[in-house]
């Protein structure tokens, strides 16, 4: 906002992160995630479009203009959008946030199917995922974690102390649903992997016969630059432990991550539309990046 009430907004070249711009009655909105556009509309409604990637918005007096400031031939949406960050009744670049974790859990069930007498989401974030998990291969969705909805996203939580302990007050077991069952455990992703061995530890203190951990994020195994504050790569978990390996840390009967071309395919976008870096360590940036001075500078080498 300038001296003169203008609101400027802008979105990079490549489209990393949502951006979208609409009227609720009298005013001009501009927000990272269209869900929160109806919700200030209410049973109102509203019109929203997104911003174009390289896109400035300038708002004056009620008015919106839009003007192309720069471009890129590469476009790279931030893949962890649509598995974890945005909110599911959010719509990204024409794609919604709920039916992409939808499609996304069945492909994670074609690719990794496991025997089990229910499915188990860890709330909230992977919830959707595993609905459509449970969907595609036919076993119950019950809800055998509850959540306590004052304790916020533990990933991001500084410490590892006091994302221990937030795990701890977040999710309780429903003992009477899980006791003497199979469990398949569905999850969005694993970052450091210290949440997903207490949630098990928790589901077994319940009584459960056997746990098996489905992820619809394929392995995080690079740092992030662009916006998603990722541990270091030593943290990383996938990056330091083999599958066998890290199956036993959690402390799974098995542990299955879904692949990039099963994340392709639940989201609808092709590889080229997307950032994939933390899976592959493969950067959308130029070679005038200094990717190893950012590293240092940031504490992810």
């Known amino acids: 906002v300038n001296d003169k009430g203008e609101l400027y907004a802008y979105r990079d070249p490549m489209g990393f992160k949502p951006l979208c711009v609409g009227r609720v009655n009298d005013l001009v909105v501009v927000a990272s995630e269209t869900c929160a556009l109806d919700v200030l509309a209410g049973f109102n409604g509203c019109e929203y479009e997104p911003v174009k990637p390289g896109e400035l918005v300038r708002v004056s007096e009620g008015s919106i203009e839009k003007i192309q400031i720069a471009s890129s031939k590469r476009r790279a949406r931030c893949m962890f959008e649509y598995v974890y960050f945005s909110r599911p009744d959010s719509v990204f670049d024409g794609i919604s946030i709920y039916k992409a974790r939808e499609n996304i859990g069945r492909e994670l069930a074609k690719r990794c199917p496991a025997e089990g007498d229910m499915v188990v989401p860890v709330p909230d974030s992977g919830r959707t995922a595993a609905l459509g998990y449970s969907m595609q291969i036919g076993l119950p969705f019950v809800e055998g974690l509850m959540k306590n909805r004052y304790v916020g996203r533990t990933f991001i939580m500084p410490g590892q102390d006091l994302r221990d302990e937030m795990v701890s007050l977040k999710l309780n077991v429903v003992r009477d649903i899980v006791q003497g069952r199979r469990i398949v455990l569905v999850?969005?992703?694993?970052?450091?992997?210290?949440?997903?061995?207490?949630?098990?530890?928790?589901?077994?203190?319940?009584?459960?016969?056997e746990v098996h951990v489905r992820i619809s994020c394929p392995p995080i195994i690079s740092a992030c630059y662009m916006g998603i504050d990722f541990p270091t790569r030593r943290e990383l978990i996938a990056k330091i432990m083999s599958l066998e390996e890290l199956t036993r840390y959690v402390e799974a009967d098995t542990l299955e991550y879904n692949t990039i071309d099963g994340l392709l395919a639940g989201i609808g976008l092709p590889r080229s539309e997307l950032c994939l870096a933390c899976l592959t360590g493969e950067y959308p940036l130029t070679k005038s990046y200094k990717l190893e001075l950012l590293e240092e500078l940031l504490g992810r080498g």
Not at 187 to 202: A, P, W
């Open 187 to 209: 999850d969005d992703s694993i970052v450091r992997g210290t949440t997903m061995k207490r949630i098990v530890r928790l589901l077994r203190r319940g009584g459960a016969k």
